[in-house]
């Protein structure tokens, strides 16, 4: 039997081989390395499918968050609100530009950013804290956040609202993308992302045009001239290989989701009449499956027996941000903690999720998921 693993970014590559291949190899013969063409068409090519006035290019995902909040003037002095319930990197880039983070708990069935917790700290700031400026809300697992209050919440308080798009490149909200409904968005373009390069990688998103140029310059040391720092910048970008690969991927995004939303189909039908609850939709938000995570109590009882039956399973996260060493008892949570926060991360467990799993590949997942009702 073979073992299918949680996440395969090699299977991603081969599928498009030739035709990456070549896109490398126009790269490598045009002797221009960073920024240049490649990295200008995918930006357009990328502001075209999401429907934003600009993308920007740059070197990662915690960079394309880090930058928003550098090009809105966001730093020391300043509060940034998010949740615990993430990939280390969003914490990370608010500490990155100086600001203090404020974690806020989740909605126990979405795994999002509990509005009610924002809207209590935006009317009532914790004492203490530098004023809140802005609000990373991050879409996990491909799963939009409940924007709604949440954008009416932060336009009253004069707050940015800057979506955390690493895991939900194409997925929607009332029929719009995310990443076009806050004052930025930031996606991640590592390799196992919906839309990976192969390599490091990262694009931010506004309708903000001044926004955005202010952004482009910042990423390469402030610059608008060559050689004249105009402001303070850092070196943040986005390599000609990386964006001509990522070009060759662009195209087949869209496809991807929707075969990544077929094998979560799949996987409710075998959950169903089961022990397990299949992972909750959120009325209103097309789903992009960056992961399958469903909500285990025996969660190692349950991974050893899908391992046994060939089947790879993953946790994002096993530990929330908050109860991390090097955030643990320093980083201040909202009001209420993160209870629901602390509980998820006992009991999350990701099943394999990637467009090039195979019909046999999910019918063997689909029967070890069965085999768990007894
Ligand atoms: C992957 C990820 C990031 C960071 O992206 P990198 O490209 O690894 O820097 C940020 N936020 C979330 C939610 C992510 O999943």
Redesign the pocket.
């Known amino acids: 039997m073979q073992m299918i693993p949680q996440a395969d970014p090699g299977a991603g590559y081969r599928a498009q081989k030739a035709e990456i291949d070549a896109a490398v190899a126009r790269a490598l013969d045009s002797g221009w390395y960073i920024l240049g063409k490649e990295g200008e068409a995918f930006e357009r090519e990328f502001a075209e499918w999401l429907g934003t006035t600009r993308a920007v290019g740059c070197?990662?995902?915690?960079?394309?968050?880090a930058l928003i909040l550098r090009g809105l003037g966001i730093g020391e002095g300043c509060t940034v609100a998010t949740v615990s319930h993430?990939?280390v990197?969003?914490v990370a880039?608010i500490e990155m530009v100086g600001a203090t983070p404020l974690l806020l708990d989740i909605d126990p069935d979405t795994f999002t950013m509990d509005p009610d917790e924002l809207v209590a700290v935006l009317e009532d700031p914790p004492p203490g804290l530098p004023p809140i400026k802005a609000a990373i809300v991050?879409?996990?697992y491909g799963q939009a956040a409940e924007l709604g209050p949440m954008l009416a919440a932060c336009r009253a308080n004069g707050v940015a609202l800057i979506e955390?798009c690493?895991?939900a490149h194409g997925a929607r909200l009332g029929g719009q993308k995310l990443g076009t409904l806050g004052t930025a968005a930031?996606f991640?373009?590592?390799p196992t992302?919906n839309l990976g390069a192969l390599g490091?990688?990262?694009v931010l998103a506004t309708d903000d045009f001044e926004l955005a140029e202010r952004i482009a310059a910042i990423r390469q040391y402030g610059w608008k001239e060559r050689y004249i720092s105009s402001m303070v910048g850092i070196n943040s970008r986005l390599d000609e290989l990386q964006a001509a690969i990522l070009r060759v991927r662009l195209p087949v995004l869209d496809a991807g989701n929707a075969r990544r939303r077929a094998i979560a189909g799949a996987y409710d039908v075998a959950l169903a009449d089961g022990p397990i609850a299949p992972p909750v939709r959120r009325p209103g938000a097309e789903h992009v499956f960056?992961q399958y995570v469903m909500r285990v109590t025996n969660r190692a009882e349950v991974q050893a027996k899908l391992k046994a039956m060939g089947v790879g399973t993953g946790v994002?996260y096993p530990a929330p941000v908050h109860l991390q060493s090097a955030y643990q008892g320093r980083v201040p949570m909202g009001p209420a903690g993160c209870v629901e926060t602390a509980r998820a991360a006992q009991e999350v467990l990701s099943l394999p999720m990637y467009p090039e799993l195979t019909g046999a590949q999910i019918g063997q997942v689909c029967e070890a998921l069965r085999s768990l009702a007894g």
Do not use: F, R
Not at 59 to 65: C, F
């Open positions: 070197a990662n995902g915690t960079d394309a968050l993430t990939a990197a969003t880039a991050v879409h996990l955390d690493a895991q930031a991640s373009l590592y992302k490091d990688g990262g960056h994002h």
